[in-house]
């Protein structure tokens, strides 16, 4: 069992920055595949960003490339989800997910631990 807790959303201007964390319980952090997904009132909820228990680069959808970072620190049990340059589009509920593998899946169906969500508001 993994539990995970998200934390750093809030209001900022467009093109501000936001960094969430995720802090994960449980054990066996370290093997398993973290997520972002968000979810934007009256829309489905939508891959962001993952990553491997390995690290490297990371996965991305095509609208966060080049804005969004994913890390992760296993020795804190936290991944992180630092945003740049936001749009007002980027507004939504975000949420921190965990996979017990070693690929980054994009369906959210796919994820078996679940954080309670985030919000993230990018004002014009």
């Known amino acids: 069992q993994v539990q995970l807790v998200e934390s750093g959303g809030g209001l900022v201007q467009a093109g501000g920055s936001l960094r969430l964390s995720c802090a994960a319980s449980g054990n066996r952090f370290s093997v398993h595949t973290m997520a972002w997904f968000r979810q934007a009132p009256g829309k489905e909820r939508e891959f962001v960003a993952g990553?491997?228990?390995?690290?490297?680069?990371?996965n991305y959808a095509n609208f966060v490339k080049g804005r969004f970072t994913i890390s992760r620190d296993n020795a804190k049990n936290t991944v992180y989800l630092q945003m740049d340059s936001l749009k007002p589009e980027d507004t939504a509920a975000y949420y921190c997910?965990?996979?017990?593998?070693?690929?980054?899946?994009?369906?959210?169906?796919?994820?078996?631990?679940w954080g309670q969500g985030i919000q993230v508001t990018v004002s014009s």
């Open positions: 997910a965990a996979a017990n593998s070693i690929m980054v899946y994009t369906m959210q169906h796919q994820y078996s631990y």
């Open positions: 990553l491997t228990y390995s690290g490297g680069h990371g």
